[in-house]
């Protein structure tokens, strides 16, 4: 079991030029993929897409990639062609305005966009491996995290579902006296408007029986024991299974639901409750599980 929530950092340097990968991940029914990097690096977007794709199976992914000059690496960048622009600018301007003094290269050098100091503008195909290497790093610490998280979800949820099976199993222990008790109760109220019945009489009996139909919930309870133990093998395996334990919550949600109408009984009604808390529980916490 992984959770969807994760952050991952690589680094990696090569040809002049350091590239930092940060990947956060959050818990999202489908897959989105935000990806921020240089201009220099678009032509690398859809690869690094699919990388992504392939390693997670779904959440909302933010992957940002940064690029700098190493220290004692590449030279400060100077666009010549924009610098012979402001020469031919400044020249022009000189004469048209009969300005005096001199042109200098700081001047030049000085002007907007000319100079950009550790920061490469293009990238050759040979700093693709620094920014694969720094994304699969990234990538790497990113599911790392994520798995250890998943295990951190998976003895909470299974926990919870333990809790439930023992409040199951009280109430398949109690599920006996619903009918007795019922019995007894209609006696009870026969005897006090003064009726006479035998405990043998037919209509008493029948009637027994029609609440005992009504409220018998056996299949119920087999039903829920089945959707847990499906819950418990679904948590154990490797694979995504979130949407799996999403549509199993559901299926415990509606057989509470109509054991929680048929039990005619408060303690077995007040256990009920407790299942459904813990199942609250369940389905806020699956919402994280990949």
């Not at 859809?46 to 992957?63: M, P, Q």
């Not at 003064?194 to 037919?202: A, N, Q, R, S, T």
């Not at 948590?235 to 929680?260: D, H, M, V, W």
């Amino acid at each position: 079991m992984h959770s969807m929530t994760g952050y991952g950092r690589g680094e990696a340097s090569g040809k002049g030029t350091k590239i930092t990968v940060e990947i956060q991940s959050v818990n999202k029914r489908q897959t989105e993929i935000l990806v921020s990097l240089p201009s220099a690096l678009t032509m690398m977007e859809s690869e690094i897409r699919t990388k992504i794709d392939r390693s997670l199976h779904r959440g909302r992914v933010a992957v940002a990639i940064s690029a700098s000059g190493t220290t004692g690496g590449s030279l400060p960048v100077i666009d010549s062609e924009l610098a012979a622009r402001y020469l031919t600018q400044f020249k022009q301007l000189q004469r048209e305005l009969s300005l005096p003094g001199d042109l200098t290269i700081d001047l030049i050098l000085r002007s907007p966009g000319v100079i950009s100091a550790n920061a490469p503008g293009v990238f050759d195909s040979s700093v693709r491996s620094v920014v694969e290497t720094a994304l699969d790093l990234a990538i790497a610490q990113l599911l790392q995290m994520r798995a250890k998280e998943g295990s951190t979800l998976k003895r909470e949820l299974l926990s919870r579902i333990r809790s439930m099976r023992q409040a199951l199993a009280k109430v398949r222990k109690l599920q006996p006296r619903v009918t007795k008790r019922y019995r007894e109760l209609l006696m009870e109220r026969i005897r006090k408007i003064g009726l006479e019945i035998d405990v043998d009489d037919v209509r008493l009996t029948k009637e027994v029986a029609l609440f005992a139909e009504r409220s018998d919930f056996s299949e119920e309870l087999s039903r829920l024991e089945s959707h847990l133990d499906q819950f418990i093998a679904a948590a154990n395996k490797e694979e995504a299974i979130g949407r799996t334990l999403e549509f199993i919550a559901q299926e415990i949600g509606r057989e509470l639901n109509t054991l929680s109408a048929k039990a005619n009984d408060a303690e077995i009604s007040q256990t009920v409750v407790h299942c459904k808390a813990e199942l609250e529980k369940i389905r806020e916490q699956v919402q994280n599980v990949e």
